[in-house]
């Protein structure tokens, strides 16, 4: 009898461009306070969480704000953020996302979506593939944020898939990490230099097939 496989799948910047979304919100929130932010400095931002993300945002500033004042400023932030989430559609999907979703489910495989952000699943609603996903995990679920490997090992536990059989694909330097931790098979979107330890790189998803990513888990890792 063949063994299950399962994909889990980050989110920003993998199925969509949320990324683009936090972006905007974290720009708006910068200039609400009087603090300089580009996109430069966002790229430090990817895959790690809303706390830490402020921090960042914040820079120099961040020891004048209390805990209290700080997490008033990320729920902020976070209000920004679901305004826009709330115009998606699932136009809004990255290309090959759906199609490689579709083929999935056609063939068996188990998915999930694994990310950092508190409002994974409502993401997930409004771009209408709740039925093409077995699992969400997202933050409301752990406060363990990439690199750590929990969010993928409870994916992975969701799907009731072993993480030798799972194939990760992140498109964040510390999403990579998490999944190598969790012992699974990862592939990486975007550059080397970002993305460059996953066990395959890729520039989007539409080079990805359900068939190559069931060959990857069964070849041992190797590319098809």
């Known amino acids: 009898m063949k063994q299950a496989c399962g994909v889990i799948f980050d989110l920003d910047g993998v199925l ?10 974290w720009l708006r929130l ?4 009087g603090i300089s932010f580009d996109r430069q400095r ?3 931002l990817r895959g790690i969480s809303r706390g830490e993300s402020l921090k960042i945002v914040l820079g120099e500033r961040a020891v004048k704000y209390g805990a209290d004042e700080q997490a008033a400023m990320a729920e902020k932030k976070n ?5 826009l989430v709330d115009r998606m559609t699932q136009a809004d ?13 056609t063939a068996g495989v188990r998915v999930a979506v694994a990310s950092s952000s508190r409002n994974a699943k409502r993401v997930v609603d409004h771009l209408n593939i709740r039925d093409l996903l077995d699992a969400v995990i997202d933050g409301t679920d752990t406060e363990r944020s990439k690199p750590d490997p929990t969010l993928f090992l409870m994916a992975a ?12 694909v992140e498109d964040a330097e510390s999403g990579v990490d998490a999944g190598l931790a969790a012992g699974m ?3 990486g979107l975007g550059p080397r230099s970002r993305v460059g330890r996953a066990h395959r790189v890729c520039e989007s998803l539409t080079e990805l097939t359900a ?9 041992g890792r190797t590319p098809p």
């Open 93 to 105: 999907m990255l290309p090959g996302a759906l199609d490689l979703l579709r083929g999935l489910r």
């Open 16 to 25: 969509t461009d949320t990324a683009e979304l936090h972006y905007q919100s």
């Open 185 to 187: 098979t990862v592939v």
């Open 79 to 83: 209000r920004h953020y679901q305004e």
């Open 42 to 44: 966002n790229e430090a």
């Open 157 to 168: 536990a969701a799907i009731d898939v072993p993480p030798r059989r799972c194939i990760v």
């Open 211 to 219: 068939a190559r990513l069931v060959q990857m888990i069964d070849r």
């Open 30 to 33: 910068a200039e609400e306070l």
